[in-house]
């Protein structure tokens, strides 16, 4: 088995035992990042019904224009992410970090949230 196959084998087994505590309503959404070599991704998801309530990512046009670093733009998407969930009336969303450390570009969007307005 690769390196690459076994490094995707231990991040879904993490993500299947974070997912096992953190579940999101309507209320209080479960904030997912998706985080790919280039980009990053956050959605707020109600688990209860299934639905994606708002989504931002990196590869949007107001988002991409923006010069600077991943982490400086993983920053912005939190802000975007926050932005969206204020106008959704929702305050408290729980995090899903989906298996990656909390570190780099996943801190950053967390941060970013957070200087937006949400709370987790």
């Known amino acids: 088995m690769s390196k690459t196959a076994k490094t995707v084998i231990r991040r879904q087994k993490l993500r299947w035992r974070i997912r096992k505590n953190v ?11 998706f985080r790919s070599n280039k980009d990053i991704y956050a959605q707020l998801i109600d688990d ?9 990512n990196s590869r949007q046009k107001d988002i991409a224009a923006q010069s600077g ?12 992410i926050a932005q969206k969930a204020k106008d959704l009336g929702i305050e408290v969303c729980i995090f899903d ?23 987790f």
Do not use: I, N
């Open 23 to 33: 579940k999101g309503t309507a209320q209080s959404p479960r904030l997912s990042v």
């Open 48 to 56: 209860a019904t299934g639905l994606t309530l708002a989504s931002a």
């Open 69 to 80: 670093t991943k982490s400086e733009k993983a920053a912005f998407v939190g802000k975007v």
């Open 97 to 119: 970090r989906g298996g990656y450390l909390y570190h780099g570009r996943v801190k950053s969007l967390a941060d970013g949230a957070r200087e937006g307005g949400l709370k």
